[in-house]
């Protein structure tokens, strides 16, 4: 089916257009997963939340705002991809799925996150990115088994301390935010494997070298005067990566070191990491 004739159906509400949308999808695929992403559709057609043994489902890059309440019966979902919609805020049915373990998000229109966010304690994989979103709420702080948090491209200006209690969160991308000086509760996350601040306002960066499980650190495109020290064997992507521990100077002036490597981002936007077993 054309995309063009899908946008025109996907305005239909009856059920009979909203199936067709789903391309005779009416059993439960043997494998747990189904895959709606790109379908045009403005809601999730109710069938879909039969699938009492549902695992996988994947509704990125659709047109959706809401979801029904029936979703709940998915009880047995660990993975469920909401990003590039049209969300102004998430919907509170997605808070009952308690086996989730990755939740994409990113690429809506996000502000703030519910309270009820608290309730998925076996999320280990959060996608916030691309939204709207000025601070990082709370909530994310109470996901105990959380450990990768991407909010890039967002509109941070800092982290709340209350970061440190994710002592499982082992990698957390925040390129692209307003951050005017490096978050310091990061400086007390000991377990951090990789730290992705590209992209900010940051001008000047404390010492990573006390961080004993740190892999990786990028912090190109940043307006800073040093490179961050770090312990042996920790990988730098930015400018005077290569130095140790502070770039090279000449007449007081700081001289520009180009990197040949590209600095290593995130995945792709609408490429997800392969999912981990819950």
Not at 154 to 178: D, F, H, K, V, Y
Request: net charge positive; hydrophobic share 40%; aromatic share 6%.
């Amino acid at each position: 089916m054309g995309n063009s004739l899908k946008a025109i159906v996907a305005f239909v509400p009856s059920n009979k257009c909203q199936k067709y949308l789903l391309e005779d999808l009416e059993e439960m695929p043997v494998d747990k997963m189904v895959d709606l992403s790109g379908r045009q559709l403005r809601r999730l057609p109710l069938h879909i939340c039969s699938f009492r043994e549902l695992v996988k489902l994947y509704l990125s890059d659709n047109n959706l705002n809401h979801l029904p309440p029936e979703l709940e019966q998915l009880q047995n979902l660990q993975i469920l991809a909401l990003d590039f919609n049209n969300f102004k805020a998430l919907p509170l049915v997605v808070c009952t799925l308690k086996q989730l373990c990755i939740l994409y998000l990113g690429n809506n229109k996000l502000c703030s996150l519910p309270l009820e966010l608290r309730l998925l304690q076996n999320l280990k994989t959060l996608w916030i990115e691309s939204n709207c979103l000025q601070y990082l709420p709370e909530v994310v702080c109470e996901l105990s088994l959380l450990k990768t948090l991407h909010a890039g491209s967002n509109a941070l200006r800092t982290l709340p301390p209350q970061l440190q209690c994710l002592q499982e969160l082992r990698t957390i991308w925040l390129s692209g935010n307003l951050l005017s000086e490096f978050p310091p509760v990061l400086l007390n996350m000991p377990f951090l494997e990789v730290i992705d601040v590209d992209r900010n306002s940051i001008r000047f960066f404390p010492s990573l070298a006390h961080l004993p499980g740190l892999k990786l650190v990028i912090y190109d495109h940043n307006p800073c005067r040093n490179a961050p020290k770090v312990a042996k064997g920790v990988r730098r992507v930015g400018r005077w990566s290569e130095e140790t521990p502070e770039p090279r100077k000449r007449s007081g002036a700081v001289i520009d070191i180009t990197l040949d490597e590209k600095p290593l981002l995130p995945p792709a936007a609408k490429t997800k990491p392969e999912a981990e077993p819950c």
